[in-house]
């Protein structure tokens, strides 16, 4: 009962600091507090889940409008903005946009609370020797956060970059097919406003 009336509480701090639809979230707010003191917890928790959900899918919004709408000329596709406000326990978000051009290019970027490659990320991260061992995943930064740069090449020799980025609880995904050029492919993440997203979900 002590985690619910602290995630209670939480939310309530979270939603002083964001522009979200606040009746939506008040009103479930005010069904977790009354459940609460029902006894009724699993009702509780079930508002709770979804006042965090709406708060999610704001910060997404958010995360939307910070990111790039071209990716070096790759314009963004068309009504391929993804967001989601529930992943795991009772809260996530995800948010997704991609970039293409004339199907010879593609890219997107991706970013996923507690993803369950998120531990992997950061063991590569911290102990970078293990990393070495494969010629194809590098260690690098975007805009002065660690990442991880993983190409792969099909039969054709066509180039095809990851690059993962963990902060905090979350992970940021940029993945680029059709550009050869590493460099190339480091700088489009770079137009990635890292700073601004971390800020947003935290």
Request: negative net charge; aromatic residues 6%.
């Amino acid at each position: 009962m002590k985690k619910i009336l602290l995630t209670i509480t939480a939310v309530l701090i979270i939603l002083s600091g964001i522009q979200v639809k606040a009746q939506d979230v008040q009103a479930n707010i005010d069904e977790a507090r009354s459940s609460y003191q029902s006894g009724n917890l699993e009702n509780a928790r079930f508002a709770l889940q979804q006042a965090l959900t709406s708060i999610n899918q704001e910060i997404g919004k958010e995360i939307l409008a910070l990111l790039p709408t071209e990716m070096g000329n790759m314009p963004v596709v068309e009504g391929s903005d993804n967001v989601s406000g529930a992943s795991y326990g009772y809260a996530g978000l995800y948010v997704n946009r991609s970039y293409t051009l004339d199907t010879t290019a593609s890219s997107s970027v991706e970013i996923v609370s507690d993803s369950p490659l998120l531990a992997g990320i950061n063991a590569l991260l911290a102990m970078p020797a293990i990393a070495y061992t494969d010629p194809n995943q590098k260690q690098i930064k975007i805009n002065n956060y660690k990442a991880m740069l993983t190409k792969n090449e099909d039969e054709q020799g066509i180039a095809s970059y990851d690059i993962q980025l963990p902060f905090s609880n979350s992970l940021l995904s940029f993945q680029c097919t059709g550009i050869q050029d590493e460099k190339e492919v480091i700088d489009m993440a770079n137009t990635i406003p890292v700073d601004k997203i971390v800020k947003l979900t935290q």
